[in-house]
């Protein structure tokens, strides 16, 4: 007998899978991150440009869903996230789809914006797991969870690769249309550390389990991206496995935006990693400017 969902309750009639918590009934009308009932995929492939722990030399089965909970005015894949590109799949799709990713060698199965479809993906991948699906799952994303569900969503989630873009609620409104954002995201990230802890790699470096923290500098909040750094290094400790993004560019309604309109700058990332180094992270990924895709 098939195990209840625990995500159901969060996701019946009310949905407050994410931490916009808007209630939409799904069965009716799209929520704010315009996602329905069901989980519309955008591609599902092997994928090699993650940090080398993710891809390795096989690739990372790379399950890219689409819309998204945040809204980013600068998001570089916004034709997914914000457009909704993409097509509608069953759960058994999804199942087969992570079993064909785990024949084709895929080091892992990565779901690149996870949360509006949590509910969903816990049936997809206990339903591979029991058909032979043995490869980690990574939970790619925004660490805008609703706290609340990341005790289940832990029960499939072997890695997360899990963003921290803000250091303060201001810019994670004006920039990403969301609320409450550092109370979110900094409860998830604690549980998802406590849970997994520090990224562990098996004797070919590959990821089995743990957490992989993502910070993309934005141009011009050199201050902020130091802040949380800080905050790695204070809570989760000096080993924290840290990619410290600079390929960001400006996508979408970035282009419009006095400050995001820009590129970041050499001199800005410089003092990000300088920062870095200070705090003596051991496990930092740093990016030569420009030169690294998502
Ligand atoms: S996942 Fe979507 S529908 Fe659910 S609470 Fe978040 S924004 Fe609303």
């Given at each position: 007998?098939?195990?209840?969902?625990?995500?159901?309750?969060?996701?019946?009639?009310?949905?407050?899978?994410?931490?916009?918590k808007c209630n939409a009934d799904r069965t009716k009308v799209a929520g704010l991150c315009k996602a329905g009932t069901s989980v519309k995929v955008a591609s599902a492939t092997l994928h090699f440009?993650?940090?080398?722990?993710?891809?390795?030399?096989?690739?990372?089965?790379?399950?890219?869903?689409?819309?998204?909970?945040?809204?980013?005015i600068y998001c570089q894949n916004y034709p997914i996230s914000q457009m909704g590109v993409g097509n509608d799949r069953t759960i058994d799709w999804?199942?087969?789809?992570?079993?064909?990713?785990?024949?084709?060698?895929?080091?892992?199965?990565?779901?690149?914006?996870?949360?509006?479809?949590?509910?969903?993906?816990?049936?997809?991948?206990?339903q591979a797991r029991k058909a032979g699906l043995s490869i980690p799952i990574v939970w790619n994303t925004s660490s805008f969870e609703n706290p609340?569900?990341?005790?289940?969503?832990?029960?499939?989630?072997?890695?997360?690769?899990?963003?921290i873009r803000y250091s303060n609620d201001k810019d994670a409104l004006e920039l990403s249309g969301i609320n409450n954002y550092n109370d979110i995201v900094l409860k998830n990230i604690k549980y998802f550390f406590n849970a997994k802890s520090h990224l562990e790699l098996n004797g070919?470096?590959?990821?089995?389990?743990?957490?992989?923290?993502?910070?993309?500098l934005l141009p011009g909040r050199v201050k902020e991206c130091k802040e949380i750094l800080d905050f790695i290094k204070r809570e989760l400790g000096n080993e924290t496995y840290v990619s410290v993004m600079s390929q960001y560019v400006?996508?979408?309604?970035?282009l419009q935006h006095k400050e995001l309109k820009v590129r970041v700058s050499k001199e800005e990332y410089d003092m990000v990693i300088e920062h870095a180094d200070k705090l003596n992270l051991?496990?930092?990924f740093i990016q030569e400017i420009g030169c690294m895709e998502e």
């Amino acid at each position: 007998m098939t195990a209840p969902n625990p995500l159901f309750t969060y996701y019946n009639n009310h949905c407050s899978l994410c931490g916009a918590k808007c209630n939409a009934d799904r069965t009716k009308v799209a929520g704010l991150c315009k996602a329905g009932t069901s989980v519309k995929v955008a591609s599902a492939t092997l994928h090699f440009g993650e940090e080398p722990p993710i891809s390795g030399s096989n690739g990372s089965g790379t399950i890219f869903l689409s819309h998204c909970s945040m809204s980013c005015i600068y998001c570089q894949n916004y034709p997914i996230s914000q457009m909704g590109v993409g097509n509608d799949r069953t759960i058994d799709w999804l199942s087969n789809k992570m079993l064909e990713l785990q024949s084709d060698k895929a080091h892992n199965i990565n779901f690149v914006t996870p949360t509006h479809y949590s509910f969903h993906l816990y049936d997809a991948v206990m339903q591979a797991r029991k058909a032979g699906l043995s490869i980690p799952i990574v939970w790619n994303t925004s660490s805008f969870e609703n706290p609340e569900t990341v005790k289940f969503i832990d029960e499939i989630a072997d890695i997360y690769l899990a963003d921290i873009r803000y250091s303060n609620d201001k810019d994670a409104l004006e920039l990403s249309g969301i609320n409450n954002y550092n109370d979110i995201v900094l409860k998830n990230i604690k549980y998802f550390f406590n849970a997994k802890s520090h990224l562990e790699l098996n004797g070919k470096g590959i990821a089995v389990k743990g957490l992989l923290i993502r910070v993309l500098l934005l141009p011009g909040r050199v201050k902020e991206c130091k802040e949380i750094l800080d905050f790695i290094k204070r809570e989760l400790g000096n080993e924290t496995y840290v990619s410290v993004m600079s390929q960001y560019v400006p996508y979408y309604k970035a282009l419009q935006h006095k400050e995001l309109k820009v590129r970041v700058s050499k001199e800005e990332y410089d003092m990000v990693i300088e920062h870095a180094d200070k705090l003596n992270l051991e496990n930092a990924f740093i990016q030569e400017i420009g030169c690294m895709e998502e």
